[in-house]
């Protein structure tokens, strides 16, 4: 545990340097025209750094790193490969794989609607921004993902040495005396996530589109049952992104919820698994034993497995889960972990009711974003 811990704050210092590194002295400078988000019905727009305002430009560029293998060290893997928009860029693995073939010890994310999240990994709380969060999947060394530690140099080298992805940064970055540099790079591949918009699933129709058909009545009874004070599953995955952990430009000072849902118990005591222990890694708070976030339930059919270790297989799985009062509860003699969240407190499902909710986390699924070709990878769709 405690090597587990120094390794994290190790890793958390490397980032924060790198960070620093990117920051731009001269302050804000002119951009290129303002981003049109065509945003769904009922979405307020997202929050977004001063310093980094969205442009056509800066989203397209970024659009082709993101899919741009020469990211990885050694060219097998570019930030597509682990996020497929197919997936709701989820990679569909309980345990995602580096560009080293490294296995990592947590279930990827997906990247719809990643532009409200405030808290942007399973359990660290010290990356709030998309710029700073970057630097890890390009720079980390436990895991090891894209496999650039200390070679910096050797990734801004590969790129200037493109001259139609220079003049492309050149475009994005029109104010910049060094445009192909950390800070472009990152603010760039950040511009293109926050592009990545999704809300026009059928439940949207329902809801905003006033489509009454829109949403079965298995769904719309689904819908009635995550609403209810029985389920309680709304109020980890509330609002419009389903996400407790929500920010927009109307929002106050952004929240960052994590929550334990009793998925481990291994002592009595609430202890997770020594390898990941969540938040605690981070804070060292015993409170913070096992707290993760809550994702956004958006695209959620299409993005299991599920957990941050990827070890329920399928809705029906986590349903399962919640309706136990938590994994570790149903294996440990009926008691609750002692820092599992109190809305973690298990209810009953007829096997029609449960068929309801999942039609209804189903109707999530927005088939127009898992093929929307402003998001696709250049090369394929241009």
Known sequence: MARRQAQAWKALATVALLAAGCADPSGPTEEPAPYDWKLPAGFPKPRVPEDNPMSEAKVQLGRRLFYDKRLSLNGTQSCGSCHEQARAFTDGRVHSVGSTGEAHRRNGQGLANVAYATSLTWANSAL???????LVPLFG???????FADQQEVLLERLRADPDLTARFAEAFPNEATPVSLATLTRALSAFERSLISGTSAYDRYLYGKEVDALSP??????QLFLSE???CD??????NFQDATVHEATAEPVLPYHNTGLYN???????????????????RPEDMGRFRAPSLRNVAVTG????????ETLSDVLDHYAAGGRARAVNGGQPSPLQSAFVRGFELTPEE??????????????????DPRFADPATVP
């Open 128 to 134: 709030t921004t998309l710029e700073a969060q970057s």
């Open 266 to 284: 291994e002592d009595g005591q609430g202890a997770y698994p020594a390898g990941d222990t969540g938040l605690f890694e981070i804070t060292f």
């Open 354 to 371: 449960k068929a309801d909710v999942i039609a209804f986390l189903e109707s999530l699924t927005d088939t127009a974003f898992l093929t």
């Open 218 to 223: 298995a769904a719309k009874r689904g819908l």
């Open 305 to 312: 497995p599920y957990m941050h270790d990827g070890s329920l």
């Open 141 to 147: 060394r436990e895991p090891v993902e894209l496999g």
């Open 235 to 240: 109020h980890c995955h509330s609002g419009f």
């Open 230 to 232: 029985r389920l309680e």
